[in-house]
């Protein structure tokens, strides 16, 4: 196993290409990501999206024309692919699976699917063996904003009381800066849902 990064766009995100077994994924393709996939994933075999906002789906379009490989995204967030919901002229594309949360095969590649919804509906984290692709749910030191269109500080609330009960540790890479760990962020959940409560009137 291998994993390349590398942050694109103005809002810095991070587009990670996961190689195994000599085939490629290629995690939230970001702003202008798209050279930078083309040269560094050697046998890319499928796209796959966190979540729909624009800075994590931007190049979605334009590398399955080029790659010819289909993208994966929770089904609750798949109408951002198509529809642009921010306005900011992202390209338009239609998922080829919209699934929940499930473990799925690709070419031999086993990955599941957190749903942790918050941040968006289909807010996902996705899992390689000791890795979570945590997207924007989970970051060093903090976690993703519930106060977007489409976003829910209920569902976020509901999310990171769920992760607060996962026992296993991962190795966190976030959707904008620093890897972490699961069981580090952990210890400050608590404190973001009270935090939640207090900003929403919950």
Known sequence: MKIKSKPMGAYQTNCYILEVDNKSLIIDPGVDSTSWVLENAKNPVAILNTHGHFDHVWCDKELKEKLNIPIYIHSKDAFMLTND???????????????????????????RFWHFPGHTPGNSVIEFENIWFSGDFLFKGSIGRWDFPYSSPEDMIRSLKKVEKINKNFTLLPGHGDKTTLKAEQKTLQWWIEYIKRDTFY
């Open 85 to 111: 919901p921010f306005f900011k002229g992202t390209p338009k594309v239609k998922a080829d699976f919209s699934i929940g949360e499930e473990q799925i095969d690709i070419e031999g590649i086993k990955v």
